[in-house]
C-alpha cells in the first residue's frame, strides 16, 4: 500500500469553528499507515496559502484541505501546476466545491471517503487577472 506524506491544514475559523474537534476526529479516523501526516493550523489571511506553499517546496504527496470553499479555493490554486494533490475535508456552510466532487458534506462520512474510495483527478482550474482559482473568485 502506497503512503502519502500528507500536510493536512485547518482553517480554524470555518464553518462551525471546531478545530479541535476536527483534529480528534482525523487522528482517530484516518488511517496513519496511508497518510502519513502533519496537522497544521492557519492563523492569518493567506496562511493557508503559504502552508500549501511549504508543502508544495517540501515536497508533500497531498495537501488536505479542512474548511470551507475559501479554504480549498487558496490550498488550490496554490497546488495549480505542481505535483502536490489536494484532498477535502469540508468544514465551511456551504462546501461547494466538495459537494461538486461528490466529498460527503459530514465530516466523519468525508474522513471515510478519503480513506476507502477517493481516487485523484485533474480538475480544472480558472485564471482571473493572472490568478487562478477553483470554485469561486472575488
Known amino acids: 500500500m502506497t503512503t502519502f506524506r500528507t500536510k493536512i491544514i485547518v482553517n480554524p475559523n470555518s464553518g462551525h469553528k471546531d478545530a479541535q474537534q476536527s483534529e480528534r476526529d482525523i487522528d482517530r479516523y484516518l488511517d496513519k499507515t496511508r497518510f502519513d501526516y502533519d496537522i497544521e493550523r492557519s492563523k492569518y489571511r493567506g496562511h493557508t496559502a503559504e502552508l500549501a506553499k511549504e508543502a508544495v517546496d517540501n515536497n508533500y504527496d ?31 456552510s456551504g462546501n461547494g466545491v466538495a459537494r461538486c466532487l461528490q466529498i460527503p458534506v459530514k465530516f466523519k462520512k468525508a474522513i471515510e471517503h478519503l480513506k476507502y474510495s477517493a481516487t485523484f483527478q485533474r480538475i480544472d482550474t480558472a485564471l482571473l487577472n493572472n490568478r487562478p482559482f477553483i470554485g469561486l473568485a472575488g
Open 62 to 92: 497531498l495537501v488536505i484541505a479542512v474548511g470551507g470553499d475559501g479554504t480549498v479555493n487558496e490550498i488550490g490554486s496554490v497546488l495549480t501546476d505542481t505535483e502536490t494533490a489536494m484532498a477535502i475535508l469540508p468544514k465551511g
